[in-house]
């Protein structure tokens, strides 16, 4: 229609008494302004998946984020490989699969075991590479599986992976929604990790005097928060872990226990996998 029709169409209704209503989207009744933050927005966050330890659980907001990446860094016996196989005891035990790529082979099926982990429903994975071992998961979160966690080991690092691979790899784990838990001796996934948490130096604590037996009981780290994209974690906290022999198939063992450490630590809560 061109400008004349419309024209035309304009005078032809008003000599037919037409009155034009004026358009009122922010008047009448019930109308309002709104600022685009301030609406209602459709709640899509999931809760987290807790891995049975207070401090970590307490530090990441309740636990490990759904279609995330979480990256724990630690040095030799901080405890970031015990946080794995609590978070993979609290899968398994929940009738969830998991899966574990283990670049080094530091895990110990036994022990695993008398943590708590549900070995019928872990997958294993042991690449040589840290190239592998990334592929490994991106693959395993393809599959489907709803927990991915991925333990590189201890320097020299072999076969590093450019930064898109870990940003694919973040990704991978937001379009499964899965839980994808990354343990590392030091930062590797860069800014395609939504939270970091660093463990310290870890603190042993003794047991034995004289001509005694002197036993480790126990170990504690600090944890600090370096970069949480949810901006639900908070804080700092301690993380003690504690061991005492117990008797398995093999003879005298040495697994997680509720037993409470003593001697010199600093520790202020001790936990323990399920």
């Known amino acids: 229609m061109g400008a004349s029709e419309a024209l035309g169409l304009e005078r032809l209704l008003a000599e037919r008494g037409f009155v034009p209503k004026p358009l009122a989207l922010l008047s009448g009744p019930g109308a309002k302004l709104h600022v685009a933050s301030a609406l209602p927005r459709r709640e899509t966050r999931e809760a987290p998946f807790p891995t049975g330890l207070a401090p970590i659980?307490?530090?990441?907001?309740?636990?490990?984020?759904?279609?995330?990446?979480?990256?724990?860094?630690?040095?030799?016996?901080?405890?970031?490989?015990?946080?794995?196989?609590?978070a993979l005891a609290s899968a398994t035990s929940c009738g969830e699969a998991a899966a574990l790529v283990d670049r080094g082979s530091h895990l110990d099926p036994q022990a695993a075991g008398e943590a708590g982990v549900r070995l019928e429903r872990l997958l294993w994975a042991r690449p040589r590479r840290v190239k592998e071992a990334l592929a490994a998961a991106e693959m395993l979160l393809s599959a489907g599986f709803p927990m991915v966690a991925v333990e590189l080991g201890l320097p020299p690092l072999t076969g590093s992976a450019p930064e898109a691979a870990w940003v694919r790899l973040a990704r991978a784990a937001e379009v499964e929604r899965a839980v994808l838990l990354l343990s590392t001796p030091y930062r590797l996934a860069g800014f395609a990790a939504g939270a970091v948490v660093k463990m310290t130096e870890p603190r042993f604590a003794w047991k034995g005097e004289g001509r005694s037996p002197v036993l480790l009981v126990g170990s504690s780290s600090s944890l600090f928060l370096e970069r949480d994209l949810g901006g639900t974690a908070r804080g700092s906290g301690t993380l003690a872990l504690c061991v005492y022999p117990g008797t398995g198939n093999r003879g005298q063992t040495t697994v997680f226990g509720p037993v409470e450490p003593k001697g010199n630590t600093r520790s202020k809560t001790v936990v323990c996998p399920p």
């Open 57 to 86: 659980d307490g530090l990441l907001g309740g636990g490990l984020a759904r279609g995330r990446l979480t990256e724990l860094v630690g040095r030799r016996s901080s405890g970031r490989f015990s946080v794995l196989l609590s």
